[in-house]
């Protein structure tokens, strides 16, 4: 795990290194943006380091399409 | 501000081909015909016509609204909250796509040959060779993976030509034995991946260049991509069943198989290799488009003034998705086969589709009171 850890943390490091020119250059929007897809990579990495499978993009689509993505296989699957 | 910068309708149309044939051509025939078994073939022609469907919806509005990408058209017709509501699930969608085209060709490097290596390696480098060829611009990109995907075609055909030998045209035969359903479900499968990711495209339309003398060319190019990938892909399904049979379904990577097979006069032996790059190439370039239209479409959304400033963390994003996402070959085959369908369906084809109806009705509207 602390192996991943400081892996992800170098790579944001690295990251905000490189964009800090163009980070400073942009206006209120730009950096909230900016600001928001950073938040959203930290919570990814720290889910890759820590290996603890927590909520992402896939239990969202689980959620919401599981179901009727399951009637729609069990339909095809079914002898005519 | 940047330049703007254009294509010509040829490179919108290569870079649509490349974008749908691109890693289709290695991951798609396995699957499919696991799901239609012989009649895969007729999977994907039902599958390519949502996909013509998709690209004349997407034609029609970039005609109508010229110079406007997906999200400039949608603010303009329907507002800029609905917009933004529309537009989440689009993200999202851009999100997975991007994140599971280099897992896939994480898992193949694990799976095949380096089994001890960590995917986060192979997906790291890759993410920043795309991270920095979305920064080069869609120019770059279409003028370097024209020859990539020449490189590519060049390759598979030589595999499918030289697995000639081995090919059984009676393998085919019977078409449909289990009725219509299996091909439907293949027809499901490959209409969520690629036909359906087709609709991103309507974002880097307005990227052509305007050539007025030339009004309809860029329909006409963007058809014949289209035409050409169903060919292509046809050809390679049933290449594939031609020389495994029955067992093609099970094997996921089959043109891998397949070339694996080629044994030509004892000199040309396991060729699988350029497979294994073809996969790698197409993945590479299907990602970078990707990368490329979910950073256009955040600048956009948001009017952003710098549209290189969201590249690496929307990279970052996108790479370590690539590696949570993936539990187990079962919930990603799942995802990936039963979910995505439905999700791209819903979040992307269903979308395009409204605003085209909301276009259409508009333009009904004034003609009745033109009249």
Not at chain 2, 4 to 14: G, I, L, N
Not at chain 2, 42 to 47: D, G, N
Not at chain 2, 262 to 281: K, P, Y
């Amino acid at each position: 795990m602390l192996i991943r850890l400081a892996i992800v943390i170098l790579i944001i490091a690295v990251v905000l290194v490189f964009d800090a020119p163009n980070y400073k250059k942009s206006n209120k929007r730009g950096r909230a943006v900016y600001g928001i897809s950073i938040t959203a990579a930290i919570y990814l990495g720290l889910d890759y380091a820590a290996g603890k499978d927590w909520p992402d993009l896939h239990n969202v689509a689980d959620f919401i399409f599981s179901a009727p993505a399951k009637m729609i296989a069990t339909y095809f699957e079914s002898k005519s | 501000m940047n330049v703007k910068e254009t294509v010509s309708p040829v490179q919108m149309s290569t870079l649509f081909f490349i974008f749908m044939t691109g890693s289709a051509i290695i991951n798609i025939p396995g699957p499919l015909i696991g799901f239609a078994k012989n009649g895969a073939w007729l999977s994907l022609l039902i599958s390519s016509a949502f996909g013509f469907f998709a690209l004349a919806c997407m034609l029609y509005l970039h005609n109508k609204y010229p110079g406007s990408t997906y999200i400039d058209y949608a603010k303009e017709m329907v507002g800029p909250w609905l917009t933004a509501l529309l537009s989440v699930p689009l993200i999202l969608i851009m999100c997975h796509i991007a994140s599971g085209i280099v897992l896939d060709m994480g898992l193949f490097l694990t799976t095949t040959m380096m089994k001890k290596t960590p995917i986060f390696v192979f997906n790291a480098f890759t993410f920043t060779l795309i991270a920095f060829t979305v920064r080069a611009g869609i120019e770059v990109m279409v003028r370097m993976f024209t020859n990539l995907i020449l490189i590519m075609l060049f390759f598979v055909f030589i595999v499918l030509l030289l697995s000639i030998p081995n090919y059984h045209p009676d393998y085919i035969l019977p078409i449909m034995p289990d009725g219509i359903k299996p091909v439907l479900h293949g027809a499901y499968f490959s209409f969520g991946f690629p036909y359906a990711e087709s609709v991103l495209f309507a974002m880097l339309l307005p990227f052509v260049k305007k050539n007025p003398g030339k009004k309809y060319s860029l329909n006409r190019w963007m058809f014949i991509a289209l035409l050409l990938n169903t060919l292509i892909l046809i050809l390679s399904v049933i290449c594939v069943i031609f020389v495994a049979g029955p067992v093609s379904g099970d094997v996921k990577y089959s043109l891998y198989m397949v070339a694996r097979l080629i044994d030509f006069q004892d000199i040309i032996q396991r060729i699988e290799s350029v497979i294994g790059m073809t996969l790698i190439a197409g993945s590479y370039m299907k990602a970078t488009v990707v990368l490329f239209v979910l950073n256009l479409t955040l600048t956009r959304l948001f009017a952003l003034q710098n549209d290189r400033l969201l590249i690496f963390p929307l990279a970052l994003i996108t790479l370590f998705l690539s590696v949570v996402i993936f539990d187990s070959e079962i919930q990603w085959f799942g995802i990936v086969s039963s979910i995505w369908p439905l999700w791209i369906g819903a979040a992307g084809f269903i979308p395009l589709l409204l605003l085209t109806l909301i276009a259409c009705c508009k333009t009904a509207v004034k003609n009745r009171k033109k009249q």
